[in-house]
């Protein structure tokens, strides 16, 4: 295997020792900085300069092989939520990802390719783009002899300044699984307020997310492509006591709005087939 610092670019991608000895890639461009983890091919930050952090990280997360980091931005592959006897939202987010490529655009954005190995059946990549906004690309190819279905999710954590201060907008009229509640409903609300636990899987939805923060005087815009499904997810007192890596007190500060294509927005692939799903995160000021 090639060394990794060989994918060095001096003043703007270096590989570091993250917390917990794994291994990190810190990038820096003229908007922002950033970092992701090869463990999970998980970004635990991007900022951009005189902003406050756009991604949530729990003070309290694990940082061990074997074990998924609390916050950022996990990659859910090929399953997500919990599944008997296997690990929880699939074994990407676990497994150490190969960095394979970098590169420094001709527009001073910054790329960088991960690819999951051991992946049977089919091939995983993943790009990064860090620039003004931050750009998430997850393309899985068919590699195997059948047809292949599989979830996929960016479980992004956002930093807020408070729940109570948010609010989310794009999801009217939209059908959604509310896993709090065990019922199936369609979002009324124009822009959906937080006041406890939440966790909605909302079904057939391209549509591009809006968090409206007042409190950092900053919106936060998720658009995305050949992503069908949105997950909300705060888990408000009672579930964050009972996650071990999770503060107790930590729930006021994110909210989890995540793209992805789950239950019954799964990717179906023949044989030779392709999807890529993309992300791009990006904020702006609010107008006072
Ligand atoms: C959300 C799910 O996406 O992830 C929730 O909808 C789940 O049900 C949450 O609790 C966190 O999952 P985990 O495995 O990271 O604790």
Redesign the pocket.
Same mark, same amino acid.
């Given at each position: 295997m090639s060394d990794p610092t060989d994918l060095e670019i001096p003043g703007h991608v270096t590989l570091a020792q993250g917390e917990g000895g794994l291994p990190k890639v810190v990038v820096e461009t003229a908007w922002s900085n950033a970092e992701i983890y090869l463990h999970g091919a998980h970004v635990t930050g991007f900022q951009k300069k005189g902003e406050p952090p756009l991604l949530f990280m729990s003070a309290a997360s694990e940082f061990a092989p074997g074990k998924?980091i609390?916050g950022g931005i996990?990659v859910?592959f090929p399953w997500?939520? @919990?599944r008997e006897g296997s690990p @929880? *939202?699939g074994s990407a987010r676990i497994t150490a990802w190969e960095l394979k490529e970098t590169a420094l655009l001709p527009n001073g954005a910054v790329e960088l390719r991960f690819s999951l190995p051991g992946a049977e059946g089919c091939h995983v990549e993943f790009l990064v783009t860090v620039a003004e906004s931050l750009t998430l690309e997850l393309a899985v190819e068919n590699t195997g002899d059948r047809d292949s279905a599989f979830e996929t &999710?960016l *479980?992004t954590y956002f930093q807020i300044s408070g729940i109570d201060a948010v609010s989310i907008t794009g999801l009217a009229g939209t059908r959604y699984q509310d896993?709090v509640a065990g019922t199936t409903e369609t979002e009324t609300a124009a822009a959906i307020r937080i006041s406890g636990e939440v966790?909605r899987?909302y079904f057939d939805t391209t549509a591009t997310t809006e968090i409206e923060d007042p409190g950092y005087g900053r919106k936060i815009r998720i658009a995305k492509s050949s992503s069908n499904s949105t997950?909300v997810?705060n888990?408000w007192i009672a579930?964050s006591k009972r996650?071990p890596d999770f503060g107790d007190d930590e729930y006021p500060q994110m909210v &989890?709005v995540?793209s992805g294509n789950v239950a019954q927005n799964q990717t179906t692939l023949p044989p030779g087939g392709h999807a890529v799903m993309k992300v791009e995160i990006s904020s702006m000021r609010l107008l006072s």
């Open positions: 998924p609390r996990p859910i997500f939520g @919990a @929880a *939202h &999710c *479980h896993k966790d899987v997950v997810w888990p579930k996650m &989890c995540e």
